[in-house]
């Protein structure tokens, strides 16, 4: 408290004792506090998490066991390895199908040289035959083998084809399986979060880690029901954090979720905000304390709530003069769970009655207590 408020505070008690001894009553005891300004900030107080404004899951690309995954806290360039999967029965599999495909062409192969051979020689045994070099009977064998020969590369002639197109779809398959057991970072940043440890079983599609940039962080804060016609987006915010006591971090509201659920008996609705740097201390997942500003002004008049008497539409607050109360109108502006702002009817250094008013008159005589700490 200036020098001057504690001087004009001792003339003020000096005159309530005085009258106190010449009236030989004991005058009801009030407390009171000095119109002063300060900044007065009208905020939604509520809680919300920590959480990345971007991040990037990635997710099992097959079956398989993971043998390679980054600890939390990693940091990982767009493109690198990342996450590695026991491919090795994909990789039989694939070895299996490309030496079928390659087996299959070579019986075609084969089967087209076999046709060759025959007819060459169903061609020569037909003019040795025709010179009476060799019997009927050698001559009927050697046509049959090239007939034979004929349907049976026609048949593999119908039959490869559709087998190797089978063959490459499948090869196709599993070379894709076999790359997928190698998942790159999807992005740079820091893995934040991991779902699953070394030699884990997963299914395709299995969540397996999330990274995110942590330079670049929001709050997603619970706003209740009965608030959300008070904010807006725009409007700043203030986090703080019980495992940082003293430290605050700054942001602003950018989206308010257009829907309203029930979390823990509260209906809320969402609210996000991103924060400024720097972001120390903050991770995702965190818990934390928020509050919204929906009114602010850094200088104004302002007077503990509890002095403020609302009559209907009207307000008043009862001034301590000489040891007496007079009851003054007021005209109210922003107020918080703690003080209201005067804009008129006060002035700086006017002492108000805080608490004890009840049942006072225009005029009744009272003893003042020490000024509450909060207002001095």
């Not at 020098?3 to 407390?31: M, N, Q, T």
């Not at 007939?147 to 196709?172: Q, S, Y």
């Amino acid at each position: 408290m200036r020098l001057e408020s504690r001087r004009r505070w001792s003339r003020l008690a000096l005159a309530a004792l005085a009258a106190v001894a010449c009236s030989g009553e004991g005058p009801p005891a009030v407390s009171v506090a000095e119109a002063r300004p300060a900044p007065l900030r009208v905020a939604v107080v509520t809680n919300g998490k920590v959480e990345p404004v971007d991040e990037s899951e990635v997710r099992a690309r097959l079956d398989g066991r993971v043998v390679e995954i980054p600890d939390p806290g990693s940091s990982v360039r767009q493109g690198e390895p990342l996450v590695r999967l026991d491919g090795s029965a994909v990789a039989s599999g694939l070895a299996s199908a490309e030496s079928e495909r390659l087996a299959a062409r070579e019986s075609l192969r084969a089967a087209g040289s076999e046709v060759e051979a025959a007819r060459r020689r169903f061609e020569t045994d037909q003019e040795l035959f025709r010179q009476g070099a060799i019997t009927r009977e050698r001559f009927i064998e050697s046509e049959i083998a090239f007939r034979d020969a004929r349907e049976r590369a026609a048949a593999l002639a119908r039959e490869v084809p559709l087998r190797t197109e089978a063959l490459d779809f499948r090869i196709r398959e599993l070379a894709e399986q076999r790359d997928a057991a190698q998942t790159p970072a999807p992005v740079t940043g820091t893995v934040y979060r991991t779902d699953v440890k070394r030699g884990a079983l997963v299914r395709k599609g299995d969540l397996l880690l999330a990274i995110a940039d942590l330079e670049r962080l929001r709050v997603r804060a619970n706003i209740d029901q009965v608030d959300l016609g008070r904010v807006r987006p725009g409007a700043r915010v203030v986090v703080t954090s019980n495992a940082f006591p003293g430290r605050e971090w700054s942001g602003s509201i950018t989206e308010i979720v257009p829907n309203v659920i029930v979390k823990e008996n509260r209906a809320v609705s969402e609210g996000l905000a991103v924060l400024e740097r720097p972001l120390e201390g903050l991770v995702p997942g965190m818990t934390v304390d928020v509050e919204i500003i929906v009114a602010e002004s850094p200088r104004t008049l302002v007077v503990p709530a509890d002095a403020v008497v609302r009559r209907g539409a009207d307000s008043v607050v009862y001034l301590f003069e000489d040891g007496r109360v007079r009851e003054r109108a007021v005209r109210t502006g922003l107020s918080s769970v703690t003080a209201v702002e005067i804009v008129e009817g006060l002035s700086e250094g006017d002492v108000v009655v805080v608490s004890g008013a009840a049942g006072l008159e225009d005029g009744a005589r009272v003893e003042a207590r020490k000024p509450d700490a909060r207002t001095s």
